[in-house]
């Protein structure tokens, strides 16, 4: 019963080992790096989502080539408005 309880402890202090590390590495990787969004809508028709479709496309959102200022002509570009802090 003990090495029972020996291998619990081994197994929780190993997750959260990795649950620390991958939180903040995660974090900075959505936010510095790329991210993935969903495109729905006719509003980017026909590049994305063409045909009318009801099902929504997936992109990845590269922040890395707009820090880089690496926009090119046909890029699609996606904003995000703040207000007061906020998301709109």
């Known amino acids: 019963m003990a090495q029972a309880q020996g291998f619990g402890r081994r197994y929780l202090k190993a997750f959260f080992k990795g649950f620390f590390v991958a ?3 995660t974090v900075t990787f959505l936010d510095r ?3 993935v969004a969903r495109v729905e809508g006719a509003s980017m028709q026909p590049s994305l989502n063409p045909g009318g479709r009801q099902a929504s496309d997936v992109v990845l959102l ?3 080539s707009i820090r ?3 926009v090119q002509r046909g890029d699609i570009v996606s ?3 703040y207000y007061k802090g906020t998301p709109v």
Do not use: E, I, S
Request: aromatic share 14%.
């Open 23 to 25: 939180v903040p590495v």
């Open 68 to 70: 880089n200022y690496d």
């Open 79 to 81: 904003l995000v408005t």
């Open 33 to 35: 790096v790329a991210c």
């Open 62 to 64: 590269n922040h890395w």
